[in-house]
């Protein structure tokens, strides 16, 4: 029960199996792309609904307070103060909502991609019916990197500044007897 394999049999074993770790390669690569493009269109999604939730959020409170607005105006508060006021309320709220976001982010992350994200398996088959153990790479781990942290954190200013940017500038060109007039 000797079995023999020249040379040339062995090299075309090789490169059946090297054949197979590429389309594996190739398939990765593609699944990499996919997901990376996916994220990328949930990321614009969630930086729309951040914004608008400021801009929302910011009119709601500059509408409630249009007597304290009045009343600040009335008093000698110039524009400049009153919207630079409801710009830093603006700001703070996008400070503590992403301080927030990345904290958890920094834990929920390796936990959800530990159990989202597939773990990358290969059969080889050798040829002639001859088939390797599946090798297993482990799963794929994702954590927060404090480069990206800060860029989620700026950019949650930069947000936060742009939505309170008008509600800031309306509540700032309020006349005080029009708001002393608003119930």
């Known amino acids: 029960e000797l079995t023999v394999v020249t040379g040339q ?6 490169e059946a ?17 996919q997901t990376q493009s996916t994220a990328i269109q949930v990321t614009i999604v969630a ?9 929302f959020l910011m009119l709601y409170t500059v509408r409630e ?28 709220l996008s400070l503590a909502a992403s301080i927030v976001g990345i904290a958890l982010a920094s834990f929920a ?16 088959n050798l040829g002639r019916g001859v088939t390797a153990a599946t090798a297993s790479t482990g799963t794929v781990s994702i ?11 700026g950019a949650s200013v930069l947000l936060g500044a742009l939505g ?3 509600p800031a500038w ?12 608003y119930e």
Request: aromatic fraction near 4%; avoid cysteine; hydrophobic fraction near 50%.
């Open 164 to 166: 309170s940017l008008y």
């Open 17 to 33: 199996v090297r054949a197979n770790y590429e389309t594996a390669l190739a398939n990765a690569e593609s699944t990499l792309a």
């Open 143 to 153: 954590t927060l990197t404090p480069e990206l942290a800060m860029m989620a954190l």
């Open 65 to 92: 307070r249009t007597r304290e607005i009045g009343t600040l105006k009335a008093i000698g508060f110039s524009n400049w103060i009153v919207m630079k006021q409801f710009m830093l309320e603006g700001v703070l």
């Open 9 to 14: 049999q062995r090299l075309q074993q090789l």
């Open 47 to 55: 930086v729309a609904a951040a914004s608008l939730i400021v801009l």
């Open 109 to 124: 992350a390796p936990t959800l991609s530990g159990l989202l994200l597939p773990t990358v398996t290969q059969q080889v």
């Open 170 to 181: 309306r509540a700032a060109r309020t006349r005080p007897a029009e708001a002393m007039r």
